[in-house]
């Protein structure tokens, strides 16, 4: 074969695929794919931007393949979020059981501008079995020089117990001691905590106080890692689901489809409306020459003479045909 008969082999082939339901789920899934990626693409200082390319691709794709059916859009959204918030969930799970060391946390202070800082917040191990005892650490600095027993260090674990059961305590954590920290908590000063958990998803950040009413936070940030991969499956496929992203998505979503509902509706109104009007038209040019052609009634009912003479006698109106005035019988000469 050669390749126009290839290519139009193919298009042949597309057009018929085209008109079947199989094209039309094809795209959506497809769309679902985008979608759930650009979930994942929220998390990026671009989050604004992606959040509206959500909802506008799941429009625009549909419409440009002609979809012009506001039930089938509708139904296009259901189908496109579902299958990207799971596919979303999906890949933040994979992400996290991947992930084999736990990334410090730290308080975005400036010391120049607050009195302490929190960086290296970690816990170790970070994944273990339920059961484990888990030590958690962070090192402490200060704009001014200080002992560590001036400051109160506490880790903040959080335990999601249900779909809206979650747990939050604080745990003091301890000087490490002068050996293995400076004991100037301006140089940099440990604090560490150990705690037993049990299978349940966690999550951790890091506070300090100096007790004159000033505190600082680090984190906060999943882990550590004992509850199995199925329970975070069903904890991200909750988060994602009714997540700030998907409600704001969803409700821009709308937004357009009401405009391009709103846009067609007021053109077909403005079809019909011209149509009605030239239809009236051609009704007014298509009634009886004969009737159009009477000639004008005085109030008594005579149909009015065309005046184009006046008689400079008496100024009474006289005809063409006139010899003399009709009123005064003056004599008209040639």
Partial sequence: MT?????VSLRTWFQKFRATVWFRITYLVLLGVIVAELYILTLSPLACLVILLMPVSTFVVPYWLGERKLRRFAENLVVVFLIAIVLAAAMSTGALLAQKEPIPVQSFTDLSTSPMALTNGTVSPYRAPPGTSFLFQVKLTTAASNTPSNYSV????????????????PFPMTYLGANASSNNTKTGSWFVVNQTLGDSIYGYAFSVTDHRSN????????????????TFYGFFLYVTA???????????YFAILFLWWYTARQREARTKALARSAEKAKETSTEDPKESAK???TFGGKAAKATAFTCTNCGADVEETDAKCPKCGAVFED
């Fill in 154 to 169: 506490f880790l903040n674990l959080t335990v999601v117990r249900g779909i809206n059961d979650f747990d939050r305590r």
């Fill in 215 to 230: 505190w600082t936070y680090a984190g906060p940030d999943l882990g550590p890692v004992t509850a199995s991969g199925w």
């Fill in 295 to 297: 000639p004008p009634l």
């Fill in 3 to 7: 390749r126009e008969e290839v290519l």
């Fill in 242 to 252: 009714l997540s700030q992203v998907t409600i704001l998505a969803v409700v821009t």
